[in-house]
């Protein structure tokens, strides 16, 4: 058994958004999202699940509360939904949805437990995605224009901010895979839209800057690890790929100022082009003070011209998997550590996300979650590993304290530290939320 350690200052915490616990969907001046317009559309998301009610955590928030200051954890990362502060994306602010977020941001608060906000994790208003979405530069206006609204709102309760969620998924899985909302199927409307995410990523940073709003600012990017199947030129140039629309095409306009050529002309020979204006990449490359890292898998891949937009194809050699049916793959999380602080300098990364789906039920009072707890003990050993490396990783979000609404898996895949029972609502600690509480106040594990 091998002892490991995580360092003192090292901040621990867990993470949710606000589609996916709230529930309210219609409460208080809430105005509708895409994902509430996506979710309510038949054959969209797995047995017609929606966020309607999800974990009812708009109102049981004080006793997800108590769960998080039982767990002992520093830090709390949460979402504020857009359409609950602009019912229509703009104009008008509802007042009881900005209550709301202060009641809860003050409890935490009270509860010793930092608050980490993310401004936007995939709710768009439905009226926005009316006039085209991410697509229209109009939203990018209008993103600052809120973003702008509740850094004065909560400017000096709130320290820590993320501006964007996973922007791949925002733009590739959601406008040409079709996966997420809205479900579109256009490459170049995906290009388009990971362009103006990136341009209001940049102008919300100039914003917090400009606005001289005290704390930190960053935003999380999810990334997988891909291992080429061969040392063959083509296989390693297909997994290049296959990493770069999660990495080098997100981080070297935020680092770099520019977007990485082989993407660009990988992207153009499929007849996408990003739409950049004058000014858009220094904007975009604004200086922050930390990325989030979102890691859940990785494969092993190899060039295949009838695999998709890239090429790439992921080959299954047996890796275990979790219950939604990803690899389990931690030595993926520290070479994709590795690589982003080789390529980027030694930036401070939180790991805002990372955790494993484990559907297994409460019986007798308990849910017995061995799966999870050993994910996490690998995932953590990984992140030991690259801070011993010289990666600047300040602290860990699992995903996620409670189960809640997965998108278009919706209940049935669960990440929850915290079992719920969908029907009554009730929360049950499963073993791994004991097993982290322990590791948040010890810091070490065995493996
Ligand atoms: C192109 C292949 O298409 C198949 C499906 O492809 C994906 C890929 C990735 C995901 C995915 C889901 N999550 C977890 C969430 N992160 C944010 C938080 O809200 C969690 O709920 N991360 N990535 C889903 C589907």
Same mark, same amino acid.
């Given at each position: 058994? @091998?002892?490991?350690?995580?360092?003192?200052?090292?901040?621990?915490?867990?993470?949710?958004? @606000?589609?996916?616990?709230?529930?309210?969907?219609?409460?208080?001046?809430?105005?509708?999202?895409?994902?509430?317009?996506?979710?309510? #559309?038949?054959?969209?998301?797995?047995?017609?699940?929606?966020?309607?009610? +999800?974990?009812?955590?708009?109102?049981?928030?004080?006793?997800?509360?108590?769960?998080?200051?039982?767990?002992?954890?520093?830090?709390?990362?949460?979402?504020?939904?857009?359409?609950?502060?602009?019912?229509?994306? !703009?104009?008008?602010?509802?007042?009881?949805?900005?209550?709301?977020?202060?009641?809860?941001?003050?409890?935490?608060?009270?509860?010793?437990?930092?608050?980490?906000?993310? &401004?936007?994790?995939?709710?768009?208003?439905?009226?926005?995605?009316?006039?085209?979405?991410? +697509? /229209?530069?109009?939203?990018?206006?209008?993103?600052?224009?809120?973003?702008?609204?509740?850094?004065?709102?909560?400017?000096?309760?709130?320290?820590?901010?993320? #501006?964007?969620?996973?922007?791949?998924?925002?733009?590739?899985?959601?406008?040409?895979?079709?996966?997420?909302?809205?479900?579109?199927?256009?490459?170049?409307?995906?290009?388009?839209?990971?362009?103006?995410?990136?341009? +209001?990523?940049?102008?919300?940073?100039? @914003?917090?800057? /400009?606005?001289?709003?005290?704390?930190?600012?960053?935003?999380?990017?999810?990334?997988?690890?891909?291992?080429?199947?061969?040392?063959?030129?083509?296989?390693?140039?297909?997994?290049?790929?296959?990493?770069?629309?999660?990495?080098?095409?997100?981080?070297?306009?935020?680092?770099?100022?520019?977007?990485?050529?082989?993407? &660009?002309?990988?992207?153009?020979?499929?007849?996408?082009?990003?739409?950049?204006?004058?000014?858009?990449?220094?904007? *975009?490359?604004?200086?922050?003070?930390?990325?989030? *890292? /979102?890691?859940?898998?990785?494969?092993?891949? !190899?060039?295949?011209?009838? +695999?998709?937009?890239?090429?790439?194809?992921?080959?299954?050699?047996?890796?275990?998997?979790?219950?939604?049916?990803?690899?389990?793959?931690?030595?993926?999380?520290?070479?994709? &550590?590795?690589?982003?602080? /080789?390529?980027?300098?030694?930036?401070?990364?939180?790991?805002?996300?990372?955790? @494993?789906?484990?559907?297994?039920?409460?019986?007798?009072?308990?849910?017995?979650?061995?799966?999870?707890?050993?994910? &996490?003990?690998?995932?953590?050993?990984? *992140?030991?590993?690259? *801070?011993?490396?010289?990666?600047?990783?300040?602290?860990?979000?699992?995903?996620?304290?409670?189960?809640?609404?997965?998108?278009?898996?919706?209940?049935?895949?669960?990440?929850?530290?915290?079992?719920?029972?969908?029907?009554?609502?009730? !929360?049950?600690?499963?073993?791994?939320?004991?097993?982290?509480?322990?590791?948040?106040?010890? !810091?070490?594990?065995?493996?």
């Amino acid at each position: 058994m @091998a002892i490991i350690q995580l360092p003192k200052d090292f901040q621990w915490g867990v993470a949710t958004a @606000a589609y996916q616990i709230e529930g309210a969907y219609n409460e208080d001046g809430r105005g509708l999202s895409i994902w509430d317009t996506f979710s309510h #559309t038949p054959g969209k998301v797995r047995n017609g699940d929606n966020g309607d009610i +999800a974990c009812d955590s708009y109102h049981r928030y004080k006793e997800d509360i108590k769960l998080m200051k039982e767990l002992g954890v520093d830090i709390y990362r949460f979402s504020i939904s857009w359409p609950r502060i602009f019912p229509t994306g !703009r104009g008008p602010v509802n007042s009881k949805g900005l209550e709301f977020y202060h009641h809860f941001v003050d409890e935490l608060i009270a509860n010793g437990i930092e608050p980490m906000c993310t &401004l936007y994790h995939w709710d768009l208003p439905q009226s926005l995605q009316d006039i085209g979405g991410w +697509a /229209n530069r109009e939203v990018v206006e209008a993103f600052v224009e809120y973003s702008t609204f509740i850094f004065k709102e909560f400017n000096g309760k709130i320290k820590k901010w993320i #501006t964007i969620n996973e922007p791949w998924c925002i733009s590739f899985l959601s406008n040409y895979e079709g996966k997420h909302a809205p479900g579109n199927h256009n490459l170049q409307l995906a290009v388009t839209i990971s362009h103006h995410l990136l341009l +209001a990523h940049g102008k919300a940073v100039k @914003a917090f800057r /400009n606005l001289g709003i005290e704390g930190e600012i960053g935003y999380a990017p999810n990334v997988e690890w891909i291992e080429p199947f061969s040392s063959k030129q083509e296989d390693q140039d297909a997994c290049h790929r296959g990493m770069g629309i999660f990495i080098e095409w997100f981080f070297d306009p935020v680092f770099k100022g520019k977007y990485p050529d082989f993407m &660009l002309d990988w992207f153009e020979q499929n007849g996408a082009v990003p739409e950049i204006q004058e000014g858009d990449m220094q904007m *975009i490359s604004q200086p922050i003070d930390f990325v989030g *890292i /979102n890691f859940y898998t990785g494969s092993v891949g !190899r060039y295949n011209k009838e +695999a998709g937009l890239l090429e790439v194809e992921k080959i299954n050699i047996g890796y275990q998997t979790t219950d939604i049916g990803w690899n389990i793959y931690p030595e993926g999380f520290y070479k994709v &550590l590795n690589k982003i602080n /080789n390529q980027y300098g030694n930036i401070p990364i939180y790991i805002t996300e990372n955790g @494993a789906c484990y559907n297994d039920e409460v019986i007798n009072g308990r849910v017995k979650d061995e799966g999870r707890i050993e994910y &996490l003990k690998q995932h953590l050993t990984s *992140i030991r590993r690259s *801070i011993e490396t010289g990666v600047n990783i300040k602290g860990y979000f699992a995903w996620s304290l409670l189960d809640n609404f997965e998108w278009a898996e919706g209940y049935d895949m669960r990440f929850g530290l915290v079992h719920i029972n969908f029907h009554t609502l009730e !929360r049950t600690k499963k073993d791994s939320y004991y097993w982290y509480k322990k590791i948040v106040r010890n !810091r070490w594990f065995e493996i």
